[in-house]
């Protein structure tokens, strides 16, 4: 069995698990990484999928934020907020994804629920300009399109890298 649980990324001049924003996973958070300009990685083990609300996080500290959760480390849900493009969602390790929708979803898609990789790219781009990054789509891309390399948080922390937040 791979690993359940959240990943949370943004940047405060205060811990991230302080903030009212993540009041409910407050307790189980731990930090993982810390990177230049106040960026935080914080890790919550849950498979419950309750974390807090990753926009309200992006306005209580006035910067992008992004969670990632984490599914059996075979795929990973990417919600991502900021305080002035808005919020997005888009999915690693699409094709186990795509299985993990295909039980019982009434015929809805991956495209119903995620953005696909090049809107996701797009998307992206605008979050890491919004942090002070000046990223291209194509590795992003890359990215948004790999497969697990065996883990889908690897996936999650090259994609932190490539925004430019947080280096590998």
Do not use: I
Not at 26 to 32: A, F, H, N, Q
Not at 101 to 118: I, Q
Not at 150 to 167: K, S
Request: proline share 6%.
């Amino acid at each position: 069995m791979g690993y359940w649980g959240y990943y949370v990324v943004g940047r405060h001049e205060r811990p991230l698990a302080g903030l009212e924003a993540l009041a409910g996973a407050k307790d189980g958070m731990e930090l993982r990484a810390e990177a230049p300009g106040g960026w935080q990685v914080w890790e919550y083990p849950s498979e419950d999928g309750e974390l807090g609300n990753m926009n309200v996080l992006a306005a209580q500290t006035g910067a992008p934020a992004l969670f990632g959760y984490v599914m059996d480390s075979a795929s990973v849900v990417v919600e991502a907020a900021a305080p002035e493009s808005g919020a997005w969602t888009t999915c690693l390790a699409r094709a186990a994804m795509a299985g993990y929708l295909g039980a019982g979803n009434e015929g809805l898609t991956l495209e119903d629920y995620f953005l696909e990789p090049r809107d996701a790219a797009e998307r992206a781009v605008a979050w890491a300009a919004e942090a002070g990054r000046e990223v291209t789509a194509e590795p992003l891309v890359e990215v948004l399109t790999a497969e697990p390399d065996p883990l889908a948080e690897n996936l999650f922390f090259r994609l932190l890298d490539r925004l430019g937040v947080v280096p590998l």
